[in-house]
């Protein structure tokens, strides 16, 4: 009996340790969720930016908390707190409140983190080892210029502030005050920092796969070059074809639509939140990358049947206020391109709105360069590089969307 209790007993120790062992190996191995979201702030060496970026961050947790709760859903944040640290901290509904449970602090960090793709692959691999999901979604809030390659950004930069035209348009009128937003270069030394998108492209198709959504928190974001060249990585992009205020996106009212996919009532609530704001100029739109083949191939037919004459420029839609402008809205660009051929430019029109289902605007845009607020005459909700002669753009025809429409 007493060799059988022994037995037992032995026996009994080795179950619960394999017992213990299973779930050691059940908490090492995450639940894969339906969708993880990351909002991601790289380092911009600008202090207001990080600030700003930091209140996005509250106002997304005021929006959760006011839905109790993230419905299944996980919520991550990947900051740089400097240019040499980071934090990865997922963000949880407990008790009512939102709380921070810190996965990862990063030390020893430099430019080559945020800027090549092993950098940035490395922080989005974190994020799926710690967060697995079905389906993800990001944000980037920072700065932002559009397509620009980063060497050209840095070499016309000079360039940029030496204008050659007016201060002033006749449908704009002066704000009288350098109104704060989220436009790229105000600080020289974040030029270590600015990340090619098609680093970002990379980085998304080596640790997440594909995403639900994009959304850039930024300035000048929502262009047809951008768009084209990162249609395999995303479903959704969600993000301006202008300045953005330094507010940025107004989370704590459309944070939920966002979390739920309801990317209608995100546009329609940064909209509601603009036209009231104390510096009322923004606008937003969603690009579906599915379409944007389509467009292209429409484009290139137009572009072979139709020549643009730079004397134009002055006629279409501009969205930024520069001596020579590099983003015009694709519509009115396409429209007067093809004044003479109303099908095809019918056929754009019909086009640009599935591509573009969801947009709004204010009625004026602001122009940091010149402190001016301009009168918003037409909005397809995508911007457009083709027409430009600046020297910035010169680079355009490098870029994937040209070579597919030329």
């Known amino acids: 009996m007493k060799r059988t209790g022994f037995a037992l007993i032995a026996i009994l120790s080795i179950v619960a340790m394999l017992i213990a062992c299973g779930d050691d190996k059940n908490e090492e191995a995450p639940k894969v969720t339906e ?18 970026c930091k209140k996005n961050i509250t106002a997304m947790k005021t929006a959760i908390e006011y839905q109790r709760g993230l419905n299944g859903k996980r919520l991550l944040t990947l900051v740089a707190e400097t240019a040499n640290r980071a934090l990865l901290v997922e963000i949880k509904y407990e008790r009512g409140i939102c709380v921070d449970d810190t996965i990862k602090r990063y030390q020893s960090l430099t430019p080559a983190s945020f800027t090549t793709s092993d950098g940035v692959t490395a922080f989005f691999k974190d994020v799926v080892a710690a967060a697995p999901a079905k389906h ?3 944000t980037i ?24 035209v007016p201060p002033y348009r006749p449908n704009s009128y002066f704000t009288g005050e350098r109104i704060p937003t ?42 047809i070059e951008t768009a084209y060249l990162l249609r395999g990585i995303t479903d959704h992009i969600i993000a301006s074809t202008c300045e953005m205020m330094m ?98 430019a019918k ?9 573009v289902p969801y947009k709004a605007h204010t009625e004026y845009f602001y122009a940091m360069e010149y402190e ?17 002669t600046s020297s910035k753009a010169e680079t355009k025809e490098t870029t994937e969307w040209w070579k597919a429409t030329h």
């Open 35 to 52: 969708q993880t979201v990351l909002m991601y702030i790289p380092w911009a060496d600008d202090s207001r930016m990080y600030n700003a």
């Open 136 to 138: 993800y979604g990001l």
């Open 141 to 164: 809030g920072c700065h932002g210029m559009g397509w620009l390659p980063v060497e050209t950004a840095k070499s016309k930069a000079k360039q940029q502030t030496a204008p050659n």
């Open 182 to 223: 989220r436009y790229f270069g105000s600080h020289p030394n974040q030029m270590l920092y600015q990340t090619e998108i098609s680093v970002l492209k990379t980085a998304v198709s080596n640790s997440f796969g594909h995403l639900d959504f994009l959304l850039f928190d930024d300035c000048y974001m929502q262009n």
């Open 247 to 344: 507010e940025g996106i107004p989370y704590a009212t459309v944070g939920s639509a966002l979390l739920r996919g309801d990317y209608a009532a995100v546009v329609n609530g940064f909209y509601d939140f603009y036209k009231s704001y104390k510096w009322p100029y923004g606008t937003l739109s969603v690009v579906k990358t599915s379409e944007l083949e389509s467009t292209a191939q429409l484009m290139k037919t137009i572009n072979s049947q139709h020549q643009w004459d730079s004397k134009d420029n002055g006629l279409i839609q501009a969205f930024d206020d520069y001596s020579r402008n590099v983003f015009f809205d694709m519509g009115s660009y396409v429209k007067r391109l093809c004044q003479a051929d109303q099908t095809l």
């Open 347 to 355: 056929q754009m029109e019909e086009q640009l709105n599935r591509l």
């Open 372 to 388: 001016r607020a301009i009168k918003m005459e037409e909005f397809s909700g995508i911007s457009i590089s083709d027409p430009s």
